[in-house]
């Protein structure tokens, strides 16, 4: 199963059109919150894309959708998807970790911190997709692929 994972889009449609339009083939796409508009705008654009989509809230998001999910993605693989920020992932990713792990996830992906990264730390996959709008780690911008098998669990980081 092939997941694209969004974050931080912060107005640039343009920017998630173009992941989405590259990544066409995706089984699923998540955007990790701080681009309500865009979302919004790319499902009316696209509506087909609306079954294959979830969305988490972000810190700059004022909408209802939730701040975390988690999402059953095959037997024995679940993500737990969040924005973040409310899981102190500027300063450590164990807050993190730890709440995937209760909620049954070995898969955690989030966004906020404008940084790409992808480590497996304390038995979890973890994602940063980075931003795809306005990165802080000196990269372009940036998204993540998370490809899920029975063989196992891939994370990257795709830059553009």
Partial sequence: MKIIVISDTHGLY???ETIVTRQNDAD???HLGDGEREYRLLLENRPELENRFHYVRGNCDMGDHPISECIDV???HRIFATHG???QVRSSLDVLAQYAREDGCDIALYGHTHISQSVYYN???ILNPGSASCPRDGN???YG???V???GVMTNVVFF
């Fill in 145 to 147: 692929v998370v490809d």
């Fill in 123 to 125: 038995g979890v996959y």
């Fill in 14 to 16: 343009r920017n998630l």
């Fill in 74 to 76: 095959m037997a024995g």
């Fill in 149 to 151: 098998s029975h063989a």
């Fill in 85 to 87: 920020h409310r899981y």
């Fill in 28 to 30: 699923m796409f998540i």
């Fill in 140 to 142: 372009p911008p940036s």
